[in-house]
C-alpha cells in the first residue's frame, strides 16, 4: 500500500522558519523523483520544489528561489523541505508527490498535506 506522509507544517510568524517532511512507503523510493506543492485558499496548485531520484539536481519555483530547500535521505524513505524567511503568501497546504516509471507507466503518488500558516 503506497503512502505519503507529511508532517511539520503549522503556524509560524512572518521570517520564521519551518521544515516539513514527508515519509513514503510502498513503492521503492530511491527510484522515485520528489517534488513539494503548495495550494493557497482560491488558488491553484503550484510546484514548489522538486528533486530527483538520486538527489542531484533540484529546481524551484521562482518565488522560494534562495528560501526553501528541498533534499532527501533515500535510506530514510523521506523527503524535506526546509523553508526560511517564510512569507504570509507562503501560507498553504503543502502537498509531496511521487513520480517514477512502472511496467504500468508513470505513476504519481500523492500525500495528503500539511497545512502551513503564516501569519502575525
Known amino acids: 500500500q503506497v503512502q505519503l506522509v507529511e508532517s511539520g507544517g503549522g503556524l509560524v510568524q512572518p521570517g520564521g522558519s519551518l521544515r516539513l517532511s514527508c515519509v513514503a512507503s510502498g513503492f521503492t523510493f530511491s527510484n522515485y523523483a520528489m517534488s513539494w506543492y503548495r495550494q493557497a485558499p482560491g488558488k491553484e496548485r503550484e510546484l514548489v520544489a522538486a528533486i530527483t531520484s538520486a538527489g542531484k539536481k533540484t529546481n524551484y519555483a521562482d518565488s522560494v528561489k534562495g528560501r526553501f530547500t528541498i533534499s532527501r535521505d533515500n535510506a530514510k524513505n523521506t523527503v524535506y523541505l526546509e523553508m526560511n524567511s517564510l512569507k504570509l503568501e507562503d501560507t498553504a497546504v503543502y502537498s509531496c508527490?511521487?513520480?517514477?516509471?512502472?511496467?504500468?507507466?508513470?505513476?504519481?503518488?500523492w500525500g495528503k498535506g500539511t497545512l502551513v500558516t503564516v501569519s502575525s
Open positions: 508527490k511521487a513520480r517514477g516509471g512502472t511496467v504500468h507507466g508513470v505513476m504519481d503518488y
